[in-house]
């Protein structure tokens, strides 16, 4: 069992930056996949960027240029570095976990953090 707990999120300015951060409860240096989320209202949830532990990281496209995920095995935390902030990435933001374990699959999510932009 792994728990999440996001912090960082609030609200900034339209082209401001936030720093997310993620909190693991156990060591995610085999986790397979630590990822960001987010869920704007009225819309699914949406895969913003994630972080494997062999390969590339991968963003959305709405998002490439502009954030930045990062991974820290020492401190057992993700980070989401967001830059140059538009209205549209207001949303709740989830961490989330993907382990496999032999077989099976486990899927971890936080509580999620608000991050609103204004203008």
């Known amino acids: 069992q792994v728990q999440l707990v996001e912090s960082g999120g609030g609200l900034v300015q339209l082209g401001g930056s936030l720093r997310l951060s993620c909190a693991a409860s156990?060591?995610?240096?085999?986790?397979?996949?630590m990822g960001w989320y987010r869920q704007a209202p009225g819309k699914q949830r949406e895969l913003v960027a994630a972080?494997?532990?062999?390969?590339?990281?991968n963003y959305a496209d709405s998002v490439k240029g502009r954030f930045t995920i990062s991974r820290d095995t020492a401190k057992n935390a993700v980070y989401l570095q967001m830059n140059s902030l538009k209205q549209e990435d207001t949303a709740v933001y989830y961490c989330?976990?993907?382990?496999?374990?032999?077989?099976?699959?486990?899927?971890?999510w936080g509580q999620g953090t608000q991050v609103t932009v204004s203008s």
């Open positions: 972080s494997p532990r062999f390969g590339s990281r």
């Open positions: 989330n976990a993907q382990q496999v374990l032999g077989t099976t699959a486990y899927d971890y």
């Open positions: 156990t060591s995610i240096f085999s986790i397979n996949v």
